[in-house]
């Protein structure tokens, strides 16, 4: 393969972000519902919502996970999973009982875990019909199921066809089995395939499926494969996520200890080509990209990225390991499962985590850096939402980035240009209050499934990422060839 050749970079380092959640730094509260009734107006009317419901449970735990899991054996002989949907749907309706949710109406539904697939039917059924009874849920709803296809017999299948789920996610990875085994997925390479055709067949087509490239041991010959199998499922919606080598975990550990292949450098030929050859083959299916790295055909996107992210209304999130966000505060609920069920049980919220609230400032900048998923900032809805000017508020933070040739200014909106684009996560870090740069202190604070990462970035320098303010390129790194790769 030819040797690359490296333009100047606009930033000195690159940051590589799975996902973001903003802003990053919280602190550890006691109080629960005192606290929640003294901080916010919960007898106040309520708007449009999105309901995220956490399954906190997986079989095995993949080599490279960094979140928040627990074991659940199949055999179950304490009975967790029953006593955890008893405490998620009860507190699911505690969160109803107050006027902001009870007049609310919700627009968008995720069971996420964890594993949300890992429920038995029985349970899944009990939790879907909560919803519904506890809630005002609006017609043109969409209910996504997320998990692993290991978890789908004929009867889930059946039920799931026949009740108010209308959307599937699969966290597939990989189609090759020799790179399932080598990152410790629980399901075979099969099943995946064998699960969303029957699916297919039974109506319901709204599928997702993520798949990862980079992993140890990976080539590009096997990613080809992948993007085959994924030609011929014909699913509408999929996503693609560099595999991430993360401290202390296992897959961290055993390529310390080089029993297995570390995975190439993200900057390096071969990963650019598995990214290029993704995006191409999509494009060839009728897909298009219409956020980071996730492709859809037309009526398909993501509704629930579209209404947290894009509209940016309220979320309420129940069970351990989520994030809410509504009022101005992000609210954490840790992720001890038994000390989740006694408090609920106990009458309480488990309320274990939140930001200062949230400056204005701070809250458009939150928007801006979920909104910049999409490519784009359109100047009337940032108007309509906050009553300002998109342009006179983030005039510094605009000058910098056109100069560096990474956004364009339109009439009627800001979009990131192709360098923008292959830059995008840094673009993002731009609009980062001065405030949680070098935020050393969060790391010692409670941290768990997708903020750990996002603490990790902000304890760092606002330079170390964008670099001093005046400096418009910057010499890229050598090439490493093949090394570990932190997770941000």
Not at 71 to 77: A, H, I, Q, V, Y
């Amino acid at each position: 393969m030819l040797e690359e050749v490296r333009l100047a970079d606009p930033y000195p380092n690159k940051c590589y972000l799975p996902f973001i959640l903003y802003p990053p730094g919280m602190h550890r509260i006691s109080g629960g519902k005192e606290w929640l009734e003294s901080h916010i107006d919960m007898q106040q009317q309520g708007g449009d919502f999105v309901l995220y419901l956490g399954v906190p449970f997986c079989r095995t735990r993949c080599k490279s996970c960094p979140y928040f899991i627990s074991l659940l054996s199949e055999k179950d002989s304490r009975g967790r999973e029953e006593a955890y949907v008893d405490a998620l749907i009860a507190d699911m309706k505690r969160w109803a009982e107050y006027p902001k949710f009870a007049t609310g109406t919700v627009r968008n539904i995720y069971i996420g875990g964890g594993t949300g697939s890992i429920l038995k039917v029985a349970n899944l059924r009990r939790l879907v019909d909560a919803v519904f009874e506890t809630f005002t849920v609006s017609e043109d709803y969409e209910f996504t199921l997320e998990g692993n296809a290991r978890d789908f017999d004929e009867e889930k299948i059946d039920y799931v066809v026949s009740s108010k789920i209308n959307r599937l996610s699969f966290g597939v990875q990989s189609f090759q089995p020799e790179i399932l085994s080598v990152i410790g997925s629980p399901h075979a390479a099969t099943d995946s395939a064998r699960v969303i055709k029957a699916f297919q067949e039974r109506g319901l087509r709204n599928i997702q499926l993520d798949l990862m490239f980079n992993m140890p041991g990976h080539t590009l010959d096997i990613w080809r494969r992948d993007l085959e199998t994924l030609a011929e499922l014909d699913v509408p919606h999929f996503t693609i996520y560099l595999y991430r080598i993360h401290k202390d975990t296992i897959q961290h550990k055993l390529i310390s200890k080089g029993k297995i292949a570390s995975p190439q450098d993200p900057e390096g030929p071969m990963v650019k080509a598995m990214y290029e050859e993704a995006v191409e083959i999509a494009e060839s299916l009728g897909y298009s990209m219409y956020m980071v790295d996730h492709f859809c055909k037309p009526g398909y996107e993501n509704m629930y990225n579209h209404w947290n992210w894009r509209v940016y209304i309220d979320t309420l999130a129940v069970g351990p390991g989520s994030y809410s966000y509504f009022d101005g505060y992000r609210l954490g609920t840790e992720t001890d499962v038994d000390k989740y069920i006694d408090t609920v049980n106990d009458g309480d919220f488990l309320i274990s985590t939140i930001t200062d609230k949230l400056s204005p400032r701070v809250q458009r900048e939150r928007y801006v850096v979920f909104a910049l998923l999409y490519y784009e900032i359109e100047y009337a809805y940032y108007q309509s939402k906050f009553g300002s000017s998109f342009l006179e508020d983030f005039a510094d933070e605009l000058q910098r980035l056109e100069r560096k040739g990474l956004i364009e200014l339109t009439d009627d909106r800001m979009k990131l240009t192709q360098l923008g684009l292959v830059w995008h996560t840094n673009v993002i870090l731009e609009f980062f209050n001065p405030a949680f740069w070098d935020d050393s202190a969060s790391l010692d604070e409670p941290n768990w499934s997708l903020n750990g990462v996002m603490v990790e970035v902000g304890a760092h320098s606002r330079e170390y990422w964008l670099g001093d303010k005046a400096t418009t390129f910057f010499e890229p790194p050598a090439l490493s060839g093949s090394e570990v790769v932190p997770g941000a």
